[in-house]
Nanobody, 123 residues
Framework: QVQLVESGGGLVQPGGSLRLSCAAS????????MGWYRQAPGKQRELVAT???????NYADSVKGRFTISRDSAKNTVYLQMNSLKPEDTAVYYC?????????????????WGQGTQVTVSS
């Protein structure tokens, strides 16, 4: 029904930058919000940043001032620009979309997740 495909992860040195992308496709009527979460080895998955259809954003304190989330609504795509990366940013980054399927009634919102992309910050 819905696919979220992430790209842009990789290995970067401390202080470097990466840009993640996540494109949603399928039987989508509308997307309420999209976001990025991450999970480091041995830790719980945590919120990194979210953005609503109206453009409101929310960031984890640990990434404020370094990461920027944005979206292209026409392409159902969300981006995460990550600057000044630190070793503690190393994790698998997951994209999530809260959306309404084309086949469902107004107000029926469901969460969908991408498969994750690895980000490793190391010298």
């Amino acid at each position: 029904q819905v696919q979220l495909v992430e790209s842009g992860g990789g290995l970067v040195q401390p202080g470097g930058s990466l840009r993640l992308s996540c494109a949603a496709s399928g039987s989508i009527f509308s997307i309420y919000a999209m976001g990025w979460y991450r999970q480091a080895p041995g830790k719980q998955r945590e919120l990194v940043a979210t953005i609503t259809s109206g453009g409101s954003t929310n960031y984890a304190d640990s990434v404020k001032g370094r990461f920027t989330i944005s979206r292209d609504s026409a392409k159902n795509t969300v981006y995460l620009q990550m600057n000044s990366l630190k070793p503690e940013d190393t994790a698998v980054y997951y994209c999530k979309a809260k959306l309404r399927l084309a086949t469902e009634l107004p107000g029926t919102l469901r969460d969908y997740w991408g498969q994750g992309t690895q980000v490793t910050v190391s010298s």
